[in-house]
């Protein structure tokens, strides 16, 4: 934290809130740093919300909900197509501001602005999507039928590694079934969400249903405390996934919280390790590592299989295409800050003391021209052991830890026996295997020979374990119930002269 510094140093861009269609500046006296991670240099001051600040926000909310909530659904729908329409426009951009921000590079950023905006496409068939139940004379002249109404202002708490995507997942899904959104995105990298709702007041949509505050834990705590939040959608690290749903709910609130990750590949040896070793290479070291859907364990069926796709792997991991983040045809960036890459390397020389084997060390990667940015080489450790500390936690970076075991079985049970469960993959010509695998592993999202199961918008976004709380999963139906509470409505209507009769049904 800090105080701002644009006065000073035209490099760091000040930055604001966006609350009520206009940017609002902090009056809180607190900043947080924003740093370029290719550059090793700060480029930005957030301010840090204070708890009236948050209650502001959430007034100008909850003034511009009901109007937003009684539009009706296909005006929301058009609207919601002209963001797409804008948010294609703006792709470049966009994926430009979280590329100088977070680090990925700029065309893996381009594909996470693409699967924000597949969920605001899915967004537009809430005319269909939303529509209630209907049961006709389930009596004499009475019908039932439901409907699915807005919660009221929610909240939306975003991670750092996808500044695009999760507001969009959200906010997407939030503001299509009427609910007025208060948004407080990771202050590491905030410049894209505030892009974003800009964006979504050219396509149309009223000022004070997309705000965006910038903030810490005390804005966090602002949002999980005020009775006038109906619920919380959360992503980010399990410790604070766990907090945000035990505080939201013990306050009455609807919510869901995604955590962290810890993502096995099982490869049997009857797998193309070609395919593997080129899956790997990307769901392994692409945005180096930072990706809750990485896979950070493959698991090898048989040392014959691991010493294969080890040759495989070594090469190309030394050989990665390493650079600043904005520059095109690159694999890896540099991590996000320099704390999160000292805590990576960490983890890398506890995977050593622990008696894994480190077959290639990213730690000594430097690039000529950056050496303040935070890069880290790709880290390859073999001989992996289920109770290591290092294969127990998730890493967030750009390491790759390999397993070996005897059978397909003791493989799927290292995958449902570890506390995360987000994602899993198996890559195999056994299509029983593969069945089997996917039937019955204690993972929210499996792959089968393919690396990173994302599920499409028309789908959604899950992990069981530690790595979700809450009932609903992200986007796609689920995100429309997750955004919509159900009211059932019982009527009688009977022609004039028929009696109504209220006793209790009886058997005839
Ligand atoms: P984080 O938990 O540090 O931060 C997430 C959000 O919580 C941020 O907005 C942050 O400001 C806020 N926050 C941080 N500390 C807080 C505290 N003490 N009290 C209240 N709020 C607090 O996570 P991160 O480092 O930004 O993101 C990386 C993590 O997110 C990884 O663990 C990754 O696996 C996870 N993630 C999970 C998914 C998923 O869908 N399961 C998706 C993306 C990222």
């Given at each position: 934290?800090s105080?701002?510094?644009?006065a000073v140093n035209?490099?760091v861009?000040q930055?604001?809130?966006?609350v009520g269609?206009?940017?609002v500046a902090?009056?809180s006296?607190?900043?947080?740093?924003?740093?370029n991670p290719?550059l090793g240099?700060?480029s930005?001051?957030?301010?840090?919300?204070s708890?009236s600040?948050?209650?502001n926000?959430?007034?100008?909310?909850?003034q511009?909900?009901?109007a937003?909530g009684a539009?009706?659904?296909?005006q929301?729908?058009?609207?919601m197509a002209?963001?797409?329409?804008?948010?294609y426009?703006?792709q470049?951009?966009l994926?430009?501001l979280v590329?100088?921000?977070h680090?990925k590079?700029?065309e893996d950023a381009m594909?996470?602005?693409?699967?924000?905006?597949?969920v605001?496409?899915?967004?537009c068939?809430?005319?269909h999507?939303?529509?209630?139940?209907?049961?006709?004379n389930?009596?004499?002249?009475?019908d039932?039928?439901s409907?699915?109404k807005?919660?009221?202002?929610?909240?939306?708490?975003?991670?750092?590694?996808f500044?695009?995507?999760?507001?969009?997942?959200?906010?997407?899904?939030?503001?299509?079934?009427?609910?007025?959104v208060v948004?407080?995105?990771s202050?590491k990298d905030?410049?894209c969400p505030?892009?974003?709702a800009?964006?979504f007041?050219e396509?149309?949509?009223?000022p004070?249903?997309?705000?965006?505050?910038?903030?810490d834990k005390?804005?966090?705590d602002?949002?999980l405390e005020?009775?006038r939040i109906?619920?919380?959608?959360?992503?980010?690290?399990t410790?604070?996934a766990?907090?945000?749903?035990a505080t939201a709910?013990?306050?009455?609130?609807r919510?869901?919280a995604?955590?962290?990750?810890?993502?096995?590949?099982l490869?049997?040896?009857?797998?193309?390790?070609?395919?593997?070793?080129?899956?790997?290479?990307?769901?392994?070291?692409g945005?180096?590592g930072e990706?809750?859907m990485a896979?950070?364990v493959?698991v090898?069926?048989?040392?014959?299989?691991?010493?294969r796709?080890?040759?495989k792997?070594?090469?190309r991991v030394?050989a990665?295409?390493i650079?600043p983040?904005l520059?095109?045809?690159?694999e890896m960036?540099p991590?996000?800050?320099?704390?999160?890459?000292e805590?990576?390397m960490?983890?890398?020389q506890?995977?050593?003391?622990e008696?894994?084997?480190?077959?290639?060390?990213?730690r000594d990667f430097?690039?000529?021209?950056?050496?303040?940015?935070?890069?880290?080489?790709?880290?390859?450790?073999?001989?992996?052991k289920?109770?290591?500390?290092?294969?127990?936690e998730?890493?967030?970076?750009?390491?790759?830890?390999?397993m070996?075991?005897?059978s397909f079985e003791e493989?799927?049970a290292l995958?449902?026996?570890?506390p995360y469960?987000?994602g899993t993959?198996?890559?195999t010509?056994?299509g029983?295997a593969?069945?089997?695998?996917?039937?019955?592993?204690?993972?929210g999202?499996?792959g089968?020979?393919?690396?990173?199961?994302?599920?499409?918008a028309f789908?959604?976004?899950?992990?069981?374990k530690?790595?979700?709380?809450?009932d609903?999963?992200?986007?796609?139906?689920?995100?429309l119930?997750?955004y919509?509470?159900?009211?059932?409505?019982?009527?009688?209507?009977?022609?004039?002269g028929?009696?109504?009769?209220?006793?209790?049904p009886?058997?005839k």
């Open positions: 934290m105080q701002p510094a644009a035209p490099e861009t930055l604001t809130h966006f269609g206009e940017h902090g009056t006296g607190r900043f947080g740093d924003v740093f290719s240099r700060k930005g001051a957030a301010p840090l919300a708890k600040e948050i209650e926000a959430i007034s100008v909310a909850e511009a909900f009901p937003w539009t009706s659904v296909l929301r729908s058009r609207i002209r963001y797409v329409q804008l948010l426009q703006h470049e951009e994926a430009e590329s100088k921000e680090g590079v700029f594909g996470e602005v693409l699967r924000g905006i597949e605001c496409e899915f967004a068939a809430a005319p999507a939303q529509k209630g139940e209907f049961s006709d389930v009596a004499r002249g009475i039932i039928y409907m699915r807005p919660l009221g202002v929610v909240a939306g708490i975003t991670p750092f590694n500044p695009a995507m999760i507001p969009l997942w959200m906010a997407g899904m939030a503001l299509i079934t009427g609910n007025a948004m407080k995105p202050e905030p410049t505030l892009r974003l800009e964006l007041i396509a149309g949509g009223p004070g249903v997309f705000n965006i505050v910038n903030g005390e804005a966090v602002t949002l005020d009775p109906k619920a919380v959608s959360f992503v980010g690290s410790p604070i766990k907090y945000v749903y709910t013990a306050n009455g609130k919510c869901q995604m955590g962290g990750a810890k993502n096995h590949m490869i049997l040896p009857d797998a193309d390790l070609d395919d593997v070793a080129n899956a790997l290479m990307g769901a392994a070291y945005s180096a990706r809750c896979i950070s493959g090898c069926v048989g040392d014959e299989v691991a010493d796709l080890i040759d792997l070594k090469p030394e990665l295409r650079g983040s520059d095109r045809g690159l960036g991590l996000v800050t320099k704390e999160h890459r805590k990576v960490n983890y890398i506890m995977a050593a003391d008696g894994s084997r480190l077959v290639v060390d990213g430097v690039l000529d021209g950056h050496e303040e940015g935070y890069f880290l080489g790709g880290s390859l450790v073999d001989d992996v289920p109770d290591m500390q290092s294969y127990q998730e890493i967030f970076g750009p390491v790759l830890q390999i070996r075991v005897g493989g799927a995958a449902t026996d570890h469960g987000n993959s198996i890559f010509r056994n029983a593969a069945r089997t695998f996917a039937d019955k592993v204690e993972v999202m499996v089968i020979n393919v690396p990173i199961p994302v599920p499409l789908h959604s976004f899950g992990g069981w530690n790595s979700a709380f809450g609903h999963n992200q986007y796609g139906m689920e995100g119930r997750f919509t509470r159900v009211k059932t409505v019982t009527s009688r209507w009977l022609d004039d028929v009696d109504a009769e209220f006793t209790m009886v058997l």
